[in-house]
């Protein structure tokens, strides 16, 4: 039940993070750019995170510099992550950058490999397959387009998904008995400052939150900042990250179906069949464990 619970909080994660596209989108279309959305999400959300915190100000005093410092620094990947993207989708396509943004999927487990010695297992080679399949799929033939290709946009989304591998990996791995939401509010704080050393933060000064950025930066930070993190705090470390890599492939889904449902933009009949591969590759990622675990309760 621990396990199931964890996979939960990680999916849910995950599904939070895809609703930042169609918001992101929305904002777009009514002028604001990339550095204001980004900056403010991100200052907006770690400041929350401080308040919600509060009562582990206690529990930080009592943290020595080292650790601090670690989870601070661990958190430079949460603001990589979002910066290298950004920085891809100026000279490739949305889909493609999807489609290189999800090589975190077989990354995570590569890393996982690399670092712990766990080499993956049959099912977890078939379910990053068919996640990865699906993944093109439901990016559209778009996303395969030779006129979309870039190789400064490919290498800046290659390591945006690299940067998100690492940050499921710090979230597993760091610092596991500080509490989640200490322990993601330090991680953010990290992502906040190398996100502010890139992009400054004109948006208190160039009056975009008297034109109504903050209706987009509440959300955002919400779904981008505050919940995922926490909920990722909370699942990892009994998931595992290479595990993670695999539920996390659920925000593409999220992404499609909200794409369709607000913004109203057509999805094709193989990009809804990409999204059941999808679900497919965590259902069978998931199966491991249970027959797994099944198999070791019948055992005893």
């Known amino acids: 039940m621990k396990k199931l619970t964890a996979s939960i909080q990680v999916l849910l994660g995950a599904a939070s993070f895809g609703i930042l596209s169609t918001i992101v989108k929305l904002s777009y279309s009514h002028g604001f750019s990339t550095a204001d959305i980004t900056g403010s999400q991100i200052l907006f959300g770690c400041l929350c995170l401080w308040l919600l915190s509060s009562r582990s100000f206690k529990e930080l005093r009592s943290l020595s510099a080292r650790r601090i410092g670690t989870l601070l620094l661990c958190g430079i990947f949460t603001g990589t992550t979002g910066i290298f993207y950004y920085l891809a989708l100026q000279s490739v396509s949305a889909s493609l950058g999807v489609v290189l943004l999800f090589q975190f999927v077989w990354m995570g487990f590569l890393l996982d490999w690399i670092l712990y010695r766990h080499r993956p297992t049959r099912n977890q080679w078939i379910a990053i397959v068919v996640v990865l399949?699906?993944?093109?799929?439901?990016?559209?033939?778009?996303?395969?387009?030779?006129?979309?290709?870039?190789?400064?946009?490919?290498?800046?989304?290659?390591?945006?998904?690299?940067?998100?591998?690492?940050?499921?990996?710090?979230?597993?791995?760091?610092?596991?008995?500080?509490?989640?939401?200490?322990?993601?509010?330090?991680?953010?704080?990290?992502?906040?400052?190398?996100?502010?050393?890139?992009?400054?933060?004109?948006?208190?000064?160039?009056?975009?939150?008297?034109?109504?950025?903050?209706?987009?930066?509440?959300?955002?930070?919400?779904?981008?900042?505050?919940?995922?993190?926490?909920?990722?705090?909370?699942?990892?470390?009994?998931?595992?990250p290479a595990m993670a890599s695999i539920l996390g492939s659920i925000e593409l889904p999220i992404v499609i179906t909200s794409s369709a449902l607000i913004l109203r933009e057509p999805i094709a009949y193989s990009q809804w069949f990409g999204v059941l591969l999808i679900i497919l590759g965590i259902f069978i990622s998931e199966q491991r464990i249970i027959l797994h675990k099944n198999f070791k309760i019948r055992k005893a």
């Open 133 to 240: 399949l699906g993944t093109v799929l439901a990016a559209g033939n778009e996303a395969l387009s030779t006129r979309h290709l870039s190789l400064p946009g490919i290498i800046l989304g290659l390591l945006a998904a690299a940067s998100y591998t690492a940050n499921l990996t710090v979230n597993g791995r760091i610092e596991p008995t500080v509490s989640p939401i200490l322990r993601s509010t330090l991680l953010i704080t990290g992502g906040t400052i190398i996100t502010l050393l890139v992009f400054p933060p004109q948006f208190i000064s160039n009056g975009s939150l008297s034109h109504e950025l903050w209706l987009y930066t509440i959300p955002l930070a919400l779904f981008g900042i505050i919940i995922p993190p926490y909920l990722y705090a909370r699942g990892i470390p009994t998931v595992g």
